[in-house]
């Protein structure tokens, strides 16, 4: 973006991209005013040599006009169709034709000059024609404000010294040097405001620039985050879910906080439906704990993320869905959301393609593994239940009895109800499962099952039976994570949040993102700039250009309160607009000291207006008086009020406009005498009259060029009211025609030849200076529209951004979701291991018997209605400050999952005990306030539920796994005794370890030993129960 210096002399460093490409936006929209001079140009040639075609006299003494005019006319219409037409060839040198348009008027002055010369030149002639040279240069003509100074400065140089030259023989030596002195004040003023408006124009364009860039960027954000979103939510949610919680979470934005309001109900929204005739898949890897057991936090993460990652494919390709991940248990459903006849067949068909890639991982890396699948076919109830953490879930008895059929499976096998059976069509073969005989929940529901048999093999040998080893003793000098882990890798499953497109992809193309490894190659730096060609709204047109926003003739909003809002807009710097026309006003009146008579009344008026603006400009400037005055306030406010308060703005505007244009001609009626020439007066006085007189008519056309920069100063304010601005041009030139014609100077030739000419010069910049005040009124209205979009999307950007937010950190931690949407790509696996981490399980065993399904409760669905109040308030804990170091992992069922201790940053491991181990009371804490929670759920739903908690602490590991649905877990040890503890507690009590409750007791907790107690894969454990009644905690802080 060029810097703002640039627009004077002093360019400096700037960025090569911007810069460029600002340079090709302002070439753009020079475009339509320069097209507009040629035009124009081209036409008043045309006039001109009609009005000579026409015209008495010799034609011999328009040769050189003539000619030039016709050359003139023809240059001028080739660079309109060259520029028109070949647009895209001479953007680049746009500049060439602006040369040679500024050299044509030049040539053409040149001309008009030499003409002058052949009839005794005065110095004041061809002035307004160089001045609206200058004005061109300026205004209309595509350069820079370095090219502009120096053409202007050189066509004011070569006017001087040419008319210098050229009237040096007719004008006395010491009238000429106050008359050529005149004339360069008239050109530098004319230089220094061209040069100020330049400066304004640019400083509106290159607001509307960064506007319009910020805006387009803001937009590509907005649908680069959109796509996000619907990506983010969709790797959780399904698409038939998803829309109506991404709407809560919108509606919750816009409520101010994080806490979702309550509806009308009571009830939190729960977004659960019922499907019939689906099939459930339960898989289970056999030997993954010991295999786990030998792996680093990143092999782990490594073989969970490759092995489900596979499982996803085969559950793609078999028309399955992914529910979800617990442990080293991977289930699915077929048939969601759209219901399939083959459902069963789907569901078999995946069971045995991940058995069949489980053995592949045991023949290539000779580790015992194996997988155990479970499949039964019936009714659920799926969606999500609670506030925070949001997992797809399925419910219901047939739910219950997949999960029961894997249990009670044969590795390698994939075991089947009689129900899904029935579904197959004899499309498998099969054998009698004997599950009755494995599980005892079959044989009360006296369930037959079945094992299916894989048409790949004719006969399966038992895992145990034979092993397949690695070849080579590199191999098997290898640990077996090692091998799994480098034959897995080779399968190259996505990682997770790969297919999500973060912050760098902003000024990508809108092409969809490949669902596979991000890239690190930036995108095409000419995306934004093609972007801004399409999306800027260039101005060639701004009087008749059609627009949403406009009307189609005037740049006037079509909605009132905008327009209203633009005009009552504050106008920064509106004090520089002021002090530009108070140095013209200083052109004027040296003009006037220079060349006209002295007078009182020229004093005087000069004075007053003197005055007049002084004090206007004291008002402006109060605020740079203010330094060295006692009241700063005062001061302060009333030059902020210059550019705040429209009123005061506009009835300085009039003020000093008005004194300007009246100075500018206030004395010309008081220069004549009207006796200037005396019939009874002698020859003497008669010569001396008529002298006196040719002196004056010398004169007269100064005030022409007054008048001219009274309308440059009007121009000045370029972000006022354009009606008021166009109003006061016109009263102004019609007072001035009124003058002219109604002058007794008619009754003189001579004052005659220089007030006819006059007339029509003052037509052209009376006329001419509503131009660029359009194209700067149009910039300016479009500078405030870009604004107001900007805002707006903004302020839509910041919502989705809070949208993304949520959703990630509903998906993970949100120290994970740091590593995931940060600046940095995150290309490589999280995964973090931790040495005390305090784990929780607690559940609700009753409500396994207070589900049921029946016409009453919508088969179920009031039930699980239930069920999400329970963990939806135990979520609303989570947003207690007392909380906020406990992560919620998952709900498995009616069992709540909870972790401390996995935000603890590192370097804080050698904080003493207490310190280092408080996370640990804070979530018993947290299982006291969830038995709380459940009791006033009792008293309101006149239930019985009781909460059994399990927790344990120690080493875990952390990570993400899966690519299309990413999923936060922890694995360990710890894990799976926390869960143990769970399983074999009591209703309303808290069960801990040995370990756990040592430093549970030094925290200043009470705790009864329960003894020992046979735990499943540990043997006896000796377990304590918390004493949640008498317990008080003795420190710490944490509440």
Known sequence: MPAKGRYFLNEGDEDPDQAALYEKYRLTSQHGPLLLLLLLVAASASIALIIMAFSHGDPSRYQAVLGTAFFTLAVFVALYVLVYVEWLLWRRWLQVPALLTWACLVMLGSVLVWDSWRKAACAWEQVPFFLFVVFVVYALLPLSMRGAVAVGVVSTVSHLLVFGAVTGAFTKPDMLGLQLLANAVILLGGNFTGAFHKHQLQDASRDLFIYTVKCIQIRRKLRVEKRQQENLLLSVLPAHISMGMKLAIIERLKEGGDRRPMPDNNFHSLYVKRHQNVSILYADIVGFTRLASDCSPKELVVVLNELFGKFDQIAKANECMRIKILGDCYYCVSGLPVSLPTHARNCVKMGLDICEAIKQVREATGVDISMRVGIHSGNVLCGVIGLRKWQYDVWSHDVSLANRMEAAGVPGRVHITEATLNHLDKAYEVEDGHGQQRDPYLKEMNIRTYLVIDPRSQQQPPPHHYLHKPKGDAALKMRASVRVTRYLESWGAARPFAHLNHRESVSSSETPIPNGRRSKVGPPPMSVPRALQHSVPLPPRPCCSKSDDFYTFGSIFLERGFEREYRLAPIPRARYDFAC?????????????????????????????????????????ATEFARCCPAQGTLKAISQRVETQPLLRLSLLVVTVGSLLTVAVVNMPLIFDPPLESPGGNETSLLAARTRVRTLCELLPYYTCSCILAFIACSVFLRVSLELKVVLLTVALVAYLLLFNLSPCWQWD?????????????WGPGVGRWLPGLQIDYYCRLDCLWKKKFKKEHEEFETMENVNRLLLENVLPAHVAAHFIGDKVAEDWYHQSYDCVCVMFASVPDFKVFYTECDVNKEGLECLRLLNEIIADFDELLLKPKFSGVEKIKTIGSTYMAAAGLSVPSGHENQDLERQHVHIGVLVEFSMALMSKLDGINRHSFNSFRL????????????????????YDIWGNTVNVASRMESTGELGKIQVTEETCTILQRLGYSCECRGLINVKGKGELRTYFVCTDTAKFQGLGLN
């Open 750 to 762: 001579c004052c005659a030849h220089g007030l006819a000419p006059g007339q029509c010069v003052i």
């Open 581 to 621: 026309a108070s140095l013209v006003f200083m052109c004027i009146l040296l003009v006037h000291v220079l060349v006209m008579p002295r007078m009182a009344t020229l004093g005087v008026s000069f004075g007053l207006v003197a005055c007049l603006l002084g004090l206007v400009l004291g008002l402006c400037f």
């Open 948 to 967: 059994r908690v399990g927790i344990n602490h120690g080493p875990v590991i952390a990570g993400v796994i899966g690519a299309r649905k990413p999923q």
